[in-house]
């Protein structure tokens, strides 16, 4: 008999490779309102695991461009009023159309305008909030243990995607932890907007948001891995971490997935 | 005596290759009107290729932008009010100046305002469309046949340069294929965005059209199949490619361009 | 006895030197005011010396970062209204913190309504004004010559940092030329405008800002010069100079700096 958690990591590890392959064969729509640093990098992430990203901004656009995608990211970086009102628009036709949507409460911990407008948004239906440790303290007042992230996915029906050295997946019953990932992550600029257009994309594909959230968060994780493995440095890595992201299958996703499930 | 075909192929591939020379020797300005996701590959681009891009958007500042252009690229990706207002002025001025400016239709198919304001630009005297068949759908409503194609060209009064696995280019009169290019160009966001402002360069420096706008689709098709025998996914197919355009010379574009006239 | 030229350079590219290393150590948060095209190398090129980059334009926000940051870089690329607004009260934020801050008025020789803007922010109390020849000229109304470059930084009671094949640094009383760089600097989008961003990084952590302005052209020419000798081209130039930065360590940057100093 096998050791039980040898063999739910193995199953997570394995749901993410059969989740990259079902990113390929659907080639959902990602339509995303995301920060002017992140715009490029994000479209090119997406891209390379199979999806078709769109970025427009206009009130007068983007109702039609949610209508028809497949998921919505919505990105609080360089927040400004023509966003503010894209993303009223784009999460109205969201939650109308019943598209699943992941919050990126980027820096809310340096603008409380911005944690404010986050507050209101987590009121409107997103499936996944994906941030930083520094991010949920601003929002949640505390720690993110384990039992932290519980309590806010719980009050918030929504599930915690919580990036860092180890990253944290959780919802009101389930946490895993995802080993994998590259110091190297964290000098490239939108590297965490980039996770979350992923988070986004496999919303897209499965309807379980803590397994969707978790394959994504596996999927970068592990590209950021074997890339990181080729860089010379964090240009050489933006680089790779794309090349990685578009070969990588599901045996070698397997193999380098580090995911531990807590109970 | 040579095959006519072989012969006209070969003429196309000398006029491609002694277009991109004089890219290097006049450096012409090109003013770019474009979304967010492309200005800075397509800034790039257009440096590779021995041009001086700007990308203000500026209401107050366009008008002196383009007076002192050689020619202007108009894309309607992520486009917002500002993107129209400033299009408004910058195609104005292009007019009163006879700067020749390239139409770009991005997503037309997507959202049904932006092809209408798509429809009003093309009776301001655009030179050339650079579109994909989707767009072209959506415009023309219908399949791009060698005869619709040509049909639209002249209907308009334009040329037309379709993207795809071969492009084609057509006036009234004439119609050209390239058979270059590489599968990985439709993984690297702003890809047609750059063949575009390619166009909108060539352009600049010769006043056929449709010659300019073969010449600009054939040099990029070649950049791109030459980068894509390097690259190990878009990632670094987008780096090879910026590499490529600026090391391209006029007998490396002659014997990889496979261009074909069709009577 | 050693020659004092010698021993000047010597101090220069050593205090240079030190200030990577105090980058790195202090991680400096740097607000950027600077243009859509930019924005995305420039926060690499931030992350890569060590520092935090944050990038928001929005007025509702502008005011917290800035007051969050150690400098501010305030760049006219792409420059609208949103930016102006976003400028004034960065600015203001700036000055009543004491933040030091910097000035790249891009492309000011290219549009009337952005020079009479430069003219007015010189007045705000910039610490360091980076620009180029034709910018100077249309600043200054002359050739960047030794004593004209004296003179506008007295006047305006400002360092000014020029680049150049050689890059120049002077305030009223000293003058420093950096010989260092490469030709496939200028064949990058925003290379200029991510130099004035770390220009004000050093403004971040040297109070004495000639030499702040002095070390960061330093570096960035250091880490062009050892990223050219290894890029095919400006796209792998681009993504060598990010790594370059990243790795660059005090013995290789004195050892490559080709300072002077002019009595």
Chains 1, 2, 3 share one sequence.
């Not at 919505?74 to 019943?98: I, P, Q, S, Y």
């Not at 505390?142 to 519980?150: Q, Y």
């Amino acid at each position: 008999m096998r050791d039980p958690e040898v063999q739910q990591r193995e199953d997570i590890a394995r749901f993410a490779a059969a989740l990259i392959e079902r990113l390929r064969a659907r080639r959902p729509a990602v339509h995303c309102v995301t920060n002017a640093v992140a715009q490029n990098f994000t479209a090119n992430v997406l891209l390379a695991a199979g999806c078709v990203p769109s970025m427009t901004l206009s009130p007068d656009e983007i109702g039609d461009f949610v209508a028809h995608s497949n998921a919505l990211l919505v990105n609080l970086g360089t927040f400004d009023r023509e966003r503010r009102k894209a993303t009223e628009r784009a999460v109205e036709t969201a939650r109308r159309d019943h598209i699943p949507w992941v919050l990126d409460p980027v820096f809310v911990d340096r603008a409380a305008h911005r944690a404010d407008f986050a507050e209101i948004l987590l009121t409107r239906g997103p499936k996944a909030l994906r941030l930083n440790r520094a991010e949920f303290g601003a929002l949640a007042g505390g720690e993110p243990t384990k039992s932290a992230l519980m309590a806010y996915a719980h009050e918030h029906d929504i599930v915690v995607g919580l990036s860092g050295e180890t990253d944290w997946i959780a919802d009101d019953t389930r946490v895993a932890t995802v080993a994998n990932g590259h110091t190297l992550m964290a000098k490239v600029t939108a590297m965490g907007c980039a996770v979350s257009a992923l988070v986004a994309a496999c919303l897209a594909v499965e309807a379980d948001a803590w397994r969707a959230t978790a394959a994504a968060l596996t999927i970068m994780g592990v590209a950021g891995e074997v890339a990181g493995a080729k860089a010379a440095g964090p240009g050489s890595f933006a680089v790779a971490i794309i090349d990685v992201l578009h070969n990588l299958d599901a045996p070698a996703l397997a193999a380098h997935a580090r995911v531990t499930l807590h109970e």
